[in-house]
């Protein structure tokens, strides 16, 4: 008799220490994701993205784990006007990016790989990173890999727009409506005699026509298809092709909206953002007086 009481007790006491060790248990998995999963965007950042949290950036020098498909802090609380030293490492399997749209920052990492980036931190506002595979306009699709430095809360951030700068993207021209033109805005040709396959325009006259050659994997910007951008491994390179036309600029053009060489010799044509190439000018709908 004795004995079977005095085990009893032993068993509860046993059973009700467990509980709070469970429960405690239970917390410290549980607690974290709670905390993250509940954490909220200290600014407006449009998209999607996978918020790893905010961070205050110490002496101007912040680092982020980059990973697949985040970065991790998500947000990052700059002083403004300064610039930010920012170091990079990628813990995913995949390679990705860091890169400032607007800024001269693009950070290519490989899985392991470690980085540094300085970006300028804007006088007041915020701006976006993305990775240029996965963050908005992503080559390898959005997988929300984006995030922001800010220098104060609440504010928006624009994004989506002006995402990592694609390859080649639709301007409007004044003379030939919606055209094809590179990052840096100039205007691009095809050749009548090239075709999806075949470049034509080799030696002196790819002096005269640099081919546009692709850098990784090209991007399609606003207005344009990506489906009807590829490549040709051409006798300069591996040489852009939009809509089945290899791509020139024209060593004539000076500056974005210059169109020399449309119609030169008879086969030289802008190519427009519908990928076919520009015979005529077209006619303006609108006119804006002039001086404005
Ligand atoms: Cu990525």
Not at 16 to 27: G, Q, S, Y
Not at 99 to 117: E, K, M, N, S
Not at 229 to 246: C, E, I, R, S
Request: with cysteine; hydrophobic share 40%; aromatic share 6%.
């Amino acid at each position: 008799m004795r004995t079977q009481r005095s085990r009893r007790p032993v068993a509860l006491v046993a059973l009700v220490a467990l509980v709070p060790m469970a429960i405690a248990v239970v917390a410290i998995f549980a607690g974290p994701v709670t905390a993250k999963t509940a954490a909220k965007a200290p600014v407006q950042l449009s998209g999607k993205f996978n918020n790893k949290g905010t961070k205050t950036a110490r002496n101007d020098k912040i680092a982020i784990e980059v990973n697949d498909y985040y970065f991790e802090p998500t947000f990052i609380k700059a002083t403004p006007g300064s610039t930010l030293t920012v170091s990079l490492k990628n813990e995913g399997k995949m390679e990705h990016t860091f890169t400032v749209p607007g800024q001269p920052v693009d950070v290519d990492l490989q899985p392991d790989a470690r980085g540094t980036a300085t970006v300028t931190v804007p006088a007041d506002g915020a701006l976006v990173f993305v990775c240029r595979f996965h963050g908005p306009n992503g080559t390898d699709g959005d997988l929300g890999m984006q995030g922001a430095v800010f220098t104060k809360a609440g504010q928006s951030v624009s994004n989506a727009a002006n995402a990592a700068a694609p390859t080649v993207k639709a301007v409007p021209n004044a003379t030939y409506g919606s055209i094809v033109v590179n990052a840096d805005g100039s205007t691009l040709y095809q050749r009548d005699s090239d075709t999806a396959t075949s470049v034509t325009c080799t030696g002196g006259c790819a002096t005269i026509w640099p081919p546009a050659i692709a850098t990784g994997t090209p991007t399609a910007g606003a207005g344009l298809d990506q489906a009807k951008l590829t490549t040709v491994a051409g006798p300069n390179g591996n040489q852009l092709v939009y809509a089945g036309h290899p791509l020139y600029r024209f060593s004539q053009d000076s500056a974005p909206g210059s169109a020399n060489g449309e119609g030169v010799a008879g086969v030289w044509w802008i190519v427009g953002a519908d990928g076919q190439k520009v015979t005529a000018a077209t006619t303006p709908t609108t006119t804006s007086p002039a001086g404005k």
